[in-house]
């Protein structure tokens, strides 16, 4: 038994069902490598392949849209259609063979999607615009959606976790954070709205809990919903916290939601959530203990947990149930195989500097690069 690592190696059963190995997931991480049609490629293939092969218990394949309408990079995935679910077969197969499930990320971009690579306007419960990609894209427009696309979106969601299912996944995080389709529905900030999906917290989460029904209904419960549940926009009093969540979460437990993964920000506030601040990380820390005090199901949450000692840290401290990494693995793929064998020195370390992120629009870039991982260093120009 490894003592040091002792919590970190305890296995972790979702859904009563899934059993993972030890704790860490690879968080999602949209590398945007996919081909234009949103299909899974073989450059994702040999991305995962490194990630899953360091050793994380479970993948997240991070943001496949949900609908041709909804879009944010070019290269992003897509799961809408029968051949994007295709297309990821023989990756889910494999990682299954290799004893690592992974959830498939469902996106709804809402107001953060783009106009310019679909045409339409972006849906949103108020109309309030992203300030960020209003100033990237000239054609950005937003709509106001109605009951219609309401009923479309929840649709939308449980179509693509059939296909999810289809394409051999067990597993799918709805993305209800950062402020996406789904978190902007949580959020008083972005969710002005009257009518039964506005106001009250019981109101503003019922988008969320309604494409959790229609998913298990759709699917005979045959696949486990997870979600990343957004629990502070980091906007002061007129944004979401996590102290006045408590009905949310427990009305998502008792939807059946298997487990949370916590994060915070939006897109205005993003920038606090990538370089590294002592205040920011107690501050995560704080919101997620929180949520994990409300939650029956295990929490989890990702944001500059850079090795195993910390991962260690938090469970031995009760502040939640699973730990992510996301920049951490994406620096060094072998991380976890290599703390694990006591060769911690041997780590690429990730310098939460947030270039990464900057490459996701930056026209320069075809794709996310970093500045230290030598199989895709950051290219100089
Ligand atoms: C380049 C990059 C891409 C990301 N893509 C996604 C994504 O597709 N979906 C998502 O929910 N979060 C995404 N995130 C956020 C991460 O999941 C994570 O919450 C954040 O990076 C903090 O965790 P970390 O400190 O372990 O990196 C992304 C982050 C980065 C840096
Ligand atoms: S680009 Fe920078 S922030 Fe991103 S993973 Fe690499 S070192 Fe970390």
Not at 218 to 240: A, K, N
Not at 331 to 347: F, P, Q, T, W, Y
Not at 348 to 353: A, G, K, L, Q, T
Request: glycine share 10%.
């Amino acid at each position: 038994m490894n003592l040091r690592y002792q919590h970190v190696l305890q296995p972790l059963e979702l859904a009563g069902t899934l059993q993972l190995r030890h704790r860490i997931f690879f968080a999602p991480m949209g590398v945007d490598l996919a081909d234009r049609g949103g299909c899974f490629t073989p450059a994702m293939f040999e991305f995962y392949r490194g990630i899953i092969e360091g050793g994380c218990a479970l993948a997240f394949l991070s943001n496949a849209t949900v609908s041709p309408h909804s879009r944010l990079q070019e290269a992003g995935l897509g799961l809408f259609e029968a051949r994007q679910a295709e297309a990821l077969r023989p990756f889910l197969a494999w990682a299954e063979e290799m004893g690592t499930p992974v959830g498939v990320q469902l996106q709804h971009y809402g107001g953060q999607g783009t106009t310019c690579l679909t045409g339409s306007p972006v849906l949103t419960p108020s109309g309030v615009p992203c300030p960020r990609v209003s100033r990237l894209d000239s054609d950005y427009r937003v709509r106001i959606m109605d009951e219609s696309d309401i009923a479309g979106v929840i649709d939308d969601f449980a179509n693509s976790a059939c296909l999810a299912r289809d394409s051999g996944s067990r597993l799918v995080q709805l993305q209800a954070s950062n402020g996406y389709l789904l978190g902007s529905f949580l959020s008083p900030h972005t969710n002005r709205r009257t009518d039964s999906y506005g106001g009250s917290e019981a109101n503003r989460a019922r988008l969320l809990l309604d494409v959790v029904d229609a998913i298990r209904q759709r699917t005979d419960d045959q696949l486990i919903v997870t979600v990343r549940l957004g629990i502070d926009d980091c906007l002061g009093d007129e944004g979401l916290h996590f102290s006045r969540l408590g009905e949310t979460v427990q009305a998502l437990n008792q939807a059946g939601v298997a487990a949370l993964e916590c994060s915070m920000c939006v897109g205005a506030t993003f920038g606090r959530f990538l370089g590294y601040s002592e205040e920011m990380d107690r501050y995560l820390q704080e919101g997620v203990r929180h949520i994990k005090s409300q939650s029956k199901v295990p929490v989890g949450y990702a944001g500059f947990i850079d090795g195993l000692d910390k991962a260690e840290s938090l469970l031995a401290r009760g502040i939640c149930d699973w730990v992510g990494m996301s920049r951490a693995l994406f620096a060094d793929n072998d991380l976890i195989r290599k703390e694990l064998a006591g060769r911690s020195s041997d780590v690429f370390r990730c310098r939460w500097d947030g270039k990464c992120f900057g490459d996701k629009s930056d026209p320069r870039m075809d794709r996310v690069y970093c500045c230290v991982n030598p199989k895709y260093l950051r290219p100089q120009v």
